[in-house]
T-cell receptor
Framework: DAKTTQPTSMDCAEGRAANLPCNHSTISGNEYVYWYRQIHSQGPQYIIHGLKNNETNEMASLIITEDRKSSTLILPHATLRDTAVYYCIVRTVSGTYKYIFGTGTRLKVLA | NAGVTQTPKFRILKIGQSMTLQCTQDMNHNYMYWYRQDPGMGLKLIYYSVGAGITDKGEVPNGYNVSRSTTEDFPLRLELAAPSQTSVYFC?????????FGPGTRLTVL
């Protein structure tokens, strides 16, 4: 399974864009990149996923580099409620849809 | 829809005791998962299931057992509880991509 590397923590000013990087240099051609977040001690929440094209939904945008070795999650206008741990995950392709979570990035949005 | 529900929310066990963590989903999802999360760490996959009657081991299956007799239920059994099993346990289901997580069970083994 492809591994991911994320910074341990980041700060972002409220109202500004939060850009969370993820490195997945060993990703295979048919593996997807998923992002989840975990607010306080709740269960993780799905944010977005993509294969090779950039993706956008109501929560965030996902930018995947052309070589697919890294990606960036963008929260366009961060609010205090976006303070959470953000996990970048590469999904296995064995048909089991297992996710391997790393330790994630702890994002703190500052007032 | 209630989504994914887990019981109990909290539990304290003595070393050597056994218990079953319950997980139920009402979304008719085929895929279900059990994770554990130790303090300050990410989630570790314990077991998963791709449908009723089919289960498989994840990253950290030792000390746990699962069964999947129905689509809705995926109980996790702890036999001979040990302090190393003190953790927060999350159940999730998916169809198959986006995973929906339950609120978690906080287990302490003393």
């Amino acid at each position: 399974d492809a591994k991911t590397t994320q910074p341990t923590s980041m700060d972002c000013a409220e109202g500004r864009a939060a850009n969370l990087p993820c490195n997945h240099s060993t990703i295979s051609g048919n593996e997807y990149v998923y992002w989840y977040r975990q607010i306080h001690s709740q269960g993780p929440q799905y944010i977005i996923h993509g294969l090779k094209n950039n993706e956008t939904n109501e929560m965030a945008s996902l930018i995947i580099t052309e070589d697919r070795k890294s990606s960036t999650l963008i929260l366009p206008h961060a609010t205090l409620r976006d303070t959470a741990v953000y996990y970048c995950i590469v999904r296995t392709v064995s048909g089991t849809y297992k996710y391997i979570f790393g330790t994630g990035t702890r994002l703190k949005v500052l007032a | 829809n209630a989504g994914v529900t887990q019981t109990p929310k909290f539990r304290i066990l003595k070393i050597g005791q056994s218990m079953t963590l319950q997980c139920t989903q009402d979304m008719n999802h085929n895929y279900m998962y059990w994770y554990r999360q130790d303090p300050g760490m990410g989630l570790k996959l314990i077991y998963y299931s791709v449908g009723a009657g089919i289960t498989d081991k994840g990253e950290v299956p030792n000390g746990y057992n699962v069964s999947r007799s129905t689509t809705e239920d995926f109980p996790l059994r702890l036999e001979l509880a040990a302090p190393s099993q003190t953790s927060v346990y999350f159940c999730a289901s998916s169809y198959p991509d986006e995973q929906f997580f339950g609120p978690g069970t906080r287990l302490t083994v003393l």
